[in-house]
Structure formats: structure tokens, C-alpha cells
């Protein structure tokens, strides 16, 4: 017998591809304005102000395939954004050193409550109202590092009905992987289970119930999902 007043629920994780194996999450990091053109889209300078970060739940990762449109919103945008998963972490890890605790790269949406992340916005909020809400973080499979290595260039690109809405480079990012994870651990110890979602390319608009997004990222593969 546990000394848990009730049964604690299964921890979050991700598949992997390939493998009946599940990746187990402890947190998810999410930074924002990673590329220029989306960051111009949101009103702000491109310029390379430090990173700033936010959370999501890890209970908030989805890989089912359905994306239900979410409760007290009329406002919800898809943000295509590249997962990188963490098998191991530390804090003040070196940059140079960073890629050697990723575990694998998934693709993933960080669905956004825009109408309620705008108000949380004005009041000067935190962000939590409009990003980290259930079922916010549809995620595919992961793939290992092992297999694909660390894909720092390439398409990124989501459609909506097969029209394309959201197109870039992974080489476009202003903070690359190994600089996200390096200066996160100045701030957070990094641990194993760790997921960042790495920022989004310009192009984020509305979903409505009925749409199928998809996201692909040249070298991690394609996520289909249906808003119900
Ligand atoms: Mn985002």
C-alpha cells in the first residue's frame, strides 16, 4: 500500500518512433519569439534580446491526434514548433556541451488561447490562461538523436487543409538548440524528461473545429492533427 491519499496518475510521456519504449516528461519549457519574422508578426523588434521562457504542463502533451477546441476562447492559434527532448541535464551546462543531453526531436503545436494570451498581456499577467491549458501541446512521436542526429536547418512548415499557413528554416532560429538549453540551466537545473518547445516561424493564425493541421520538419517527421 502507498501512503498516497489517492492513486497518483500515470506520469505524461511521449512514443517513440520505432519502439513500443515511452519517453517519461517532467517539465515543459517553451521560449518565445525565436524567429524574427513571427516575433515582427507579434508587434515586437527582432533583435536578440535574451530568450524568455514559459511553461506549459506536461499533462498538457497530446499524441493523440485530436486537438479539442478548448473551452473560454473564440481566439486559438497553432504555433508549429520543434520539441527537444532531454535524457539527462545539470545547471550551467556549457553550450558547447548542450547537444550531449538531448534524448531526440519531436514536432509539436503550442496551441494558444491568443484572445486570452492578449489580455493576459496587457494586464501584464502571467501567460498561463492562454497557453497552458488541456490538451494545449499536441506532440508526434520522438525521434533519437542516435538516429537523426540534431537538425539545426531544414523546412518547417504547417498547413491547414492542405494550405500552407506557417513556413521557415529550423536555421532561422536567433537562439539555436545548444544556446536555448545552455541558457535555460543558467536559470532552471535541467533534468532527464525535460522538453523544450524551440519557438515558432512567422505565419500563426486561427484554427476551427474541422480543420487538420500539419506540421512537418524536414528530417523529424510529419504530426496530423484534427481540431474536434
Ligand atoms: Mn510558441
Known amino acids: 500500500m502507498s ?3 489517492f492513486e497518483p496518475p500515470l506520469r505524461p510521456s511521449l512514443p517513440i518512433r520505432g519502439t513500443d519504449r515511452r519517453f517519461p516528461v517532467r517539465r515543459v519549457y517553451c521560449i518565445g519569439r525565436n524567429y524574427a519574422a513571427h516575433t515582427i508578426e507579434m508587434g515586437h523588434d527582432p533583435d536578440r534580446d535574451p530568450p524568455f521562457f514559459f511553461q ?3 499533462d498538457n502533451l497530446d499524441p493523440s491526434g485530436e486537438f479539442p477546441y478548448p473551452v473560454r ?6 504555433e508549429l514548433e520543434m520539441v527537444v527532448a532531454l535524457k539527462s ?3 550551467n551546462i556549457p553550450v558547447e556541451h548542450a547537444l550531449d543531453h538531448v534524448y531526440g526531436y519531436a514536432v509539436g503545436l503550442d496551441m494558444t488561447r491568443r484572445d486570452l494570451q492578449g489580455e493576459a498581456k496587457d494586464l501584464r499577467r502571467p501567460w498561463e490562461i492562454g ?6 501541446a499536441p506532440c508526434g512521436a520522438l525521434v533519437p538523436a542516435a538516429e537523426i542526429g540534431h537538425p539545426s536547418a531544414g523546412l518547417v512548415q504547417l498547413r491547414v487543409n492542405g494550405e500552407v ?3 521557415g528554416d529550423l536555421g532561422q532560429m536567433i537562439w539555436k ?3 536555448i538549453i545552455a541558457y535555460l540551466s543558467d536559470y532552471f537545473e535541467l533534468a532527464a524528461g525535460d522538453v523544450i518547445m524551440s519557438g515558432t516561424p512567422s505565419g500563426v493564425a486561427a484554427v476551427a473545429r474541422g480543420d487538420l493541421m ?4 524536414a528530417g523529424v517527421g510529419t504530426l496530423r492533427v484534427t481540431v474536434v
Open 56 to 58: 506549459k504542463n506536461p
Open 73 to 78: 476562447s473564440s481566439d486559438v492559434h497553432h
Open 131 to 136: 497557453k497552458a491549458f488541456e490538451r494545449s
Open 89 to 91: 541535464g545539470g545547471l
Open 177 to 179: 538548440v545548444p544556446e
Open 165 to 167: 499557413r506557417q513556413t
Open 214 to 217: 500539419e506540421a512537418e520538419i
Open 3 to 5: 501512503d498516497y491519499v
